[in-house]
C-alpha cells in the first residue's frame, strides 16, 4: 500500500464527502496492514503570500537599508533581514545527534499570513523607534 497523504480544507459539503469518501476506501486497508489513517484536524491558514514578500523587501527592508545609520555606517538589505529575522522571526528548538539544543530561526517562508504580516509590524515598529526611518 502506498504512502496516503491527502489535505481537505473544509469548505463546504463536498470537501467533507471528500474526506468522508478517502477514510471509508481506506481505513480498513491501512488497519489490515498495520498503518492505520491519522486524521489531523486544525484550522487552515495559508503560508504568506508572495505579494507579502515583495511588500516587505520594497516598503519595510528598503527604506531601512536606506535611512538607518548604526555606528556611522550604513547596512545592506541582506543584512537588515538577517537581524529582524533573528529578533522577530519565527524559531523553534532542534536537539542534534549529540543532544545539545540549539534554536534556529524558520525562513520567513514558512510563515503564515498572519504571522507575516505581524512580523512586518514589529519591523517597522521597530526601525521607526530605533533608527528613525520613516516609512511611506
Same mark, same amino acid.
Given at each position: 500500500?502506498? +504512502?496516503?497523504?491527502? %489535505?481537505?480544507? $473544509?469548505?463546504?459539503? $463536498?470537501?467533507?464527502?471528500? $474526506?468522508?469518501? +478517502?477514510?471509508?476506501?481506506?481505513?480498513?486497508?491501512?488497519?489490515?496492514?498495520? *498503518?492505520?489513517? *491519522? !486524521?489531523?484536524?486544525?484550522?487552515?491558514?495559508?503560508?504568506?503570500? /508572495?505579494?507579502?514578500? @515583495?511588500?516587505?523587501?520594497?516598503?519595510?527592508?528598503?527604506?531601512?537599508?536606506?535611512?538607518?545609520?548604526?555606528?556611522?555606517?550604513?547596512?545592506?538589505?541582506?543584512?537588515? #533581514? %538577517? +537581524?529582524? =529575522?533573528?529578533?522577530?522571526? !519565527?524559531?523553534?528548538?532542534?536537539? $542534534?545527534?549529540? =543532544?545539545? !539544543?540549539?534554536?534556529? @530561526? +524558520? /525562513?520567513?517562508?514558512?510563515?503564515?499570513? /498572519?504571522?507575516?504580516?505581524?512580523?512586518?509590524?514589529?519591523?517597522?515598529? #521597530?526601525?521607526?523607534?530605533?533608527? =528613525?526611518?520613516?516609512? /511611506?
Amino acid at each position: 500500500m502506498r +504512502l496516503i497523504y491527502r %489535505e481537505f480544507t $473544509l469548505r463546504d459539503g $463536498l470537501s467533507w464527502n471528500n $474526506l468522508v469518501a +478517502l477514510v471509508r476506501a481506506n481505513a480498513r486497508a491501512a488497519i489490515d496492514n498495520d *498503518k492505520p489513517l *491519522k !486524521v489531523i484536524v486544525t484550522q487552515a491558514e495559508a503560508k504568506r503570500r /508572495s505579494v507579502q514578500n @515583495r511588500y516587505y523587501w520594497a516598503a519595510v527592508i528598503t527604506p531601512i537599508a536606506e535611512q538607518a545609520w548604526v555606528g556611522g555606517r550604513q547596512f545592506s538589505k541582506e543584512s537588515w #533581514h %538577517e +537581524l529582524y =529575522g533573528r529578533l522577530f522571526g !519565527v524559531c523553534e528548538d532542534i536537539t $542534534l545527534p549529540d =543532544g545539545e !539544543v540549539v534554536t534556529r @530561526r +524558520l /525562513s520567513t517562508t514558512d510563515m503564515t499570513v /498572519s504571522q507575516f504580516s505581524e512580523y512586518c509590524e514589529r519591523v517597522q515598529a #521597530h526601525a521607526a523607534q530605533d533608527y =528613525g526611518v520613516e516609512f /511611506s
